[in-house]
């Protein structure tokens, strides 16, 4: 049984760095073709696919947040993990981590709230 | 980046009514080798999205039948044949042939 789930601060100040981690069972990402994507969901801009780990530990991110997103994963724990630097209030969201599994996004996370707010 | 245009964006309907949901992209999702990444997800008030829909027409696991999808090139639509109340909530499509992946706007499915 595949199971994601998303962990984060829930709120942080202007600036300041979100970490979030995704810890998942039911696969493993050192699997050929898997991969971990995020994605966020704001009541302004809908949904916005982040970034995506690969099985080979390809790395490949949305331009539009330039450099602030960092993607890593421990395939020996099974977890996989967002950073995102100079946080805003438009970053506020619900953040999801998903499972892509050769062709699609098949599998979410519940989503973590995050607020940033002074 | 490729836009997704959803419509309508809010959809009324019966128990019953078959429905269906347009989604136009601003640039073809045929790639190079034949594959068109196009999605279809249903996320009920509360949930985290669910898979419908991928590669444009094929079903994903455990989704009832009365789900269908097609087109090609710019041009996609969701069918529902036969709404159901488990089917109320927001419908995204979602393209990956072109990075970043895109979403569409969404289209709320509610009961008349």
């Known amino acids: 049984q595949v199971t994601l789930k998303e962990s984060g601060p829930g709120i942080l100040q202007p600036s300041q760095t979100l970490s979030l981690t995704c810890s998942f069972s039911?696969?493993?990402?050192?699997?050929?073709?898997?991969?971990v994507g995020w994605i966020r969901q704001s009541s302004g801009k809908g949904l916005e696919w982040l970034a995506n780990?690969?099985?080979?530990?390809?790395?490949y991110y949305n331009p539009s947040l330039k450099n602030r997103l960092t993607i890593s994963k421990d395939t020996s724990n099974n977890q996989a993990f967002l950073k995102i630097t100079n946080m805003d209030t438009a970053d506020t969201a619900t953040y999801y981590c998903?499972?892509?599994?050769?062709?699609?996004?098949?599998?979410w996370g519940p989503g973590t709230m995050v607020t940033v707010s002074s | 980046d490729v836009v997704l245009t959803q419509t309508p964006s809010t959809l009324s309907a019966t128990i019953g009514q078959s429905v269906s949901i347009s989604c136009r992209s601003s640039?073809?999702?045929?790639?190079?080798?034949?594959?068109?990444?196009l999605y279809w997800y249903l996320q009920r008030p509360g949930q985290s999205p669910q898979l419908l829909i991928y590669?444009?027409?094929n079903l994903g696991s455990g989704v009832p039948n009365r789900f269908s999808g097609s087109g090609s090139g710019t041009d996609f639509t969701l069918k529902i044949s036969g709404v159901e109340a488990e089917d109320l909530g927001v419908y995204y499509c979602?393209?990956?042939?072109?990075?970043?992946?895109?979403f569409g706007a969404g289209t709320k499915l509610e009961l008349k």
């Open positions: 998903a499972r892509w599994d050769y062709w699609y996004f098949d599998f």
């Open positions: 039911g696969f493993s990402l050192s699997t050929y073709g898997m991969c």
């Open positions: 780990i690969w099985w080979n530990d390809d790395k």
């Open positions: 640039q073809s999702l045929l790639d190079s080798a034949g594959n068109t990444y």
């Open positions: 590669l444009v027409s």
């Open positions: 979602m393209q990956a042939t072109h990075a970043p992946y895109t």
